[in-house]
């Protein structure tokens, strides 16, 4: 393994029209020790040609080593890998799939839509090196899908617990890190939706996860935030990722969906930041 190497996780099914925003952040990081790992799920539009696009202009950039990042043994690897799947096989397959091929030491995650700022890997592999963390955060503000800023920044606590994990998703998906040397390959499965909550409950469990206090991201946001706090599909999210994934019996999983409902809602509250 690669020490100080960012593997980024990005999977996207038919999502062409937001891609190359969110690829062109990952390039433009100031810590250019990254390789990205792709997984296109059956996609029927452009997705495969822009990626390739992409890699190939990464592969021409001066410094970048042409494209590669160097292993200990002396190879060179694309820092661009694209997967392309036949079928669709949903987040959960793809994403434990690339989990098990990362080779850094840093696990990071993006979606199709969403952006880091250029600081981004660079501030938080140094904030968690200077303060010996395995797990990390950051703060992150809502865009529209042209990415025109909503005037919103997401914060949280400065410390998370396991405990306080079991109460909401308090995070961003693109803005989560953790060490793998530290965590090991972590593996969810039996649930398609709420596969990010699992995992962080997953990494939870053997460290605390702690709030680097900028806003190094943007996180697209399409729908309104009550919307997606009381769908019926967010209820059995919830409901599975209990159910599932902490092994409770059904009362108590339909306790912690609700527990974990009002508790999201008390996070918009407190730690929605007006920019």
Known sequence: MKNDLVSVIMLSRNKAQFLEASVRSVMAQTYQNWELLFVDDA???????????LKDE??????????????????LVDRISVTRTVNQRGETHNRNSVL??????????????????????EKQVAFMDEHGYVFSYTKFRSIDAKNRDLGLVMSGPSVLSYKDMQKCCWMGYLTVMYDIEKISTLQVNGLNEANDYALWLKVAKQADCHL?????????????????????DKWNWRYGA?????????????????????YTAWKWCRYMERA
């Open 43 to 53: 996609s029927n539009d452009d997705t495969i040609s822009l990626l390739q696009k």
């Open 212 to 232: 680097f206090p900028e806003c190094l991201a943007s996180q697209m946001s399409e729908k309104g935030l009550w919307h997606r706090l009381l769908t019926s």
């Open 242 to 262: 209990y159910r599932k994934i902490e092994k409770m019996n059904p009362i108590s999983a339909a306790y912690m969906a609700v527990r974990n409902m009002v």
């Open 58 to 75: 990464d592969g021409r950039r001066k410094g970048a080593v042409y494209g590669r990042y160097l292993m200990e043994d002396g190879t």
């Open 100 to 121: 098990r091929e990362a080779k850094g030491r840093w696990m990071a995650f993006l979606d199709a839509g969403d952006i880091w700022e250029p600081t981004k890997l």
